[in-house]
């Protein structure tokens, strides 16, 4: 069955860094795109970056951009979102998706606080 097991998530200062993984099964992940979303506590989950199936054409959300870099690494099945200069704003639930399957992961904290 689809499967997405995030991490790397945890707790982390104003302008600190992160790197999120996302271990993706149960389909052929070189020929999908895939999307990470966030949702804040009392916010509807947003898209915040989405790479296609070969790392060539990425978009971030506003919030994040110049800030944000999401990659992946087919060989391994995963995708990544590197994080820097964390904002306070950034405090989520992070979840990795594939775009055309209806499958969610557990999530991976991340908390930006001082």
């Known amino acids: 069955q689809v499967q997405f097991v995030e991490s790397g998530g945890g707790l982390v200062q104003p302008g600190g860094s992160l790197t999120l993984s996302c271990a993706a099964s149960g389909f052929t992940f070189n020929m999908y795109a895939m999307r990470w979303y966030r949702q804040a506590p009392g916010k509807e989950r947003e898209l915040v970056a989405h790479?296609?199936?070969?790392?060539?054409?990425?978009n971030y959300v506003d919030s994040v951009k110049g800030r944000f870099t999401i990659s992946r690494d087919n060989a391994k099945n995963t995708v990544y979102l590197q994080m820097n200069n964390l904002k306070p704003e950034d405090t989520a639930v992070y979840y990795c998706?594939?775009?055309?399957?209806?499958?969610w992961g557990q999530g991976t904290q991340v908390t930006v606080s001082s």
């Open positions: 998706k594939n775009p055309k399957l209806n499958s």
């Open positions: 790479i296609d199936s070969i790392g060539f054409s990425i």
